[in-house]
């Protein structure tokens, strides 16, 4: 048998995060590689083959994907296409005995969550999701000092991430049924968030959600939400296609912390209220992100970000939803 230094992954849907970002990444990867596509364009292939050495025997699209199974270079599958479509090739990656990476927001609803999760658990393999923020250095900070209170307890969280942007007809972020909306697609990091530095998990969710613009009159353009965790702790968040925003703000009862920008690939910076600076990470945030999940893996430790904490993010993103029409939803 080969011996196999490095993990093998293999992208599943070659769009624009696989090709401006994962790909790359995966070329500062320690412990994990490119080594495969799947992919529903035949015209996008021999560009991928070409770039990045990949052999025919390592070429899949969706119909055939599961052969995988029989293929010892693939170790990991990372699922890289529309939310709606997450849950459908994260379990045919499971069912083939890979482990997987499933990109945020992790489905549509709980219950496509928890089958993933049950189809990992029942293949025995990993499942992690692409929350590549809670690999960046200041954004584990933050989650340290809500965990160690160095602050002092956290009181309330205000955090926003959103773009001002447009998409075309054809994009699937128009398409509610394939995961579109400003929610799903950006609303997912003010809630994960929330919870991580909060270190909590609210127990009721209010919501709002409308849009501006003709062309979300199927999605929402823009999200506004409130969580209240136990003890009367607050967070307030907000996501659009409409608008830019990008901070996480921490008041806790012994001073502050912030981060502007947030959630941006390169760049994350922050200071806290005893002046103390979280200066930018040089290094490929997606490449550390895909290393400590693939060391994870090799170690035969739990992933960093589990899939049960893309389920949290997901039930409370309906429970926004639902909040919308009742006046209130609470969860758990
Ligand atoms: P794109 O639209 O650019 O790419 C999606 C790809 O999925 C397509 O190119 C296609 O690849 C494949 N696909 C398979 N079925 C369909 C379908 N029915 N409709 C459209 N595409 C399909 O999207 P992104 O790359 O921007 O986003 C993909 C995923 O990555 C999403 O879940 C998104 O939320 C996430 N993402 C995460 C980011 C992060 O920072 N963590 C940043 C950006 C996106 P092919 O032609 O090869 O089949």
Redesign the pocket.
Known sequence: SKQKEKLGVA???????????LAPGLQKTEHCELRG?????PH?IPKWQKQYNIPDSNVY??ENMHEVAKNDDIDIIY????????AK?SIIGAEAGKHVW????MAMNVEECQSIIDAANKNGVSLSI????QHEPNNRTIIRYGKEETYGAVQEVKSGAGYNGSHSA????R?PE??GGAL??MG?YPINASRYSANMEPVAVRGKQWSERDIYNEVDEFTEFELEFPDGVMAFGETSFGKSTNYLNVDCTDGWYRLQPF?T?SGVKGETSDGKELPPDPHH??AR?MDNEALAIKEGRDPIVPGEDGLRDIRIVQAIMESFQNSEARIS
């Open positions: 992208l599943v849907g070659l769009g624009s995060y696989s090709t401006g970002r596509i799947v992919t529903g364009s996008k699209n969706y699922v890289v296409t529309p939310p709606g479509l997450h090739y499933c990109e945020k927001p692409g929350y590549r923020l054809d994009s699937w972020r398409d394939l995961g799903y697609d997912v959630q690939y945030q997606q992100q």
